[in-house]
């Protein structure tokens, strides 16, 4: 069986955050919607999102957050991602690799000093 390229498996991760709506994603991981939930994704494609790029800041945030969302967080995240043209899955995922990258390694430091 032949290995997948790096190139192929990052392809592959961008297009499963692309194939579902926001709705379901926060469903394929568990989240039971709210109408809080809608107003907030309402709310993430008015600053311009898109639904792929929203899939990967939710992600994020269930990661930095233990598996809750922070609608203020969200929201400022969604802002702050389109002030940097932060409007693509592959940009919005290789920022995401990047700043994970710097919460593990703050992660770590903390670890050092009790």
């Given at each position: 069986?032949?290995?997948?390229?790096?190139?192929?498996?990052?392809?592959?991760?961008?297009?499963?955050?692309?194939?579902?709506?926001?709705?379901?994603?926060?469903?394929?991981?568990?989240h039971i919607i709210s109408e809080a939930?809608?107003?907030?994704?309402?709310?993430?494609?008015?600053?311009?999102?898109?639904s792929g790029v929203i899939n990967v800041?939710?992600?994020?945030?269930?990661?930095?957050?233990?598996?809750?969302?922070?609608?203020?967080?969200?929201?400022?995240?969604?802002?702050?991602?389109?002030?940097?043209?932060?409007?693509?899955?592959?940009?919005?995922?290789e920022y995401v690799t990047e700043e994970?990258?710097?919460?593990?390694?703050?992660?770590?430091?903390?670890?050092?000093?009790?």
């Open positions: 069986m032949q290995r997948k390229s790096y190139e192929y498996r990052k392809k592959e991760h961008e297009q499963r955050f692309e194939a579902k709506t926001p709705v379901e994603f926060l469903k394929y991981h568990g939930d809608l107003k907030m994704l309402k709310e993430l494609h008015k600053i311009g999102l898109k800041l939710l992600e994020y945030v269930l990661v930095v957050s233990r598996d809750r969302i922070l609608h203020p967080l969200v929201i400022e995240l969604a802002r702050y991602w389109f002030s940097q043209s932060i409007m693509s899955v592959e940009h919005a995922t994970l990258k710097k919460y593990v390694k703050g992660l770590e430091n903390n670890r050092q000093y009790p």
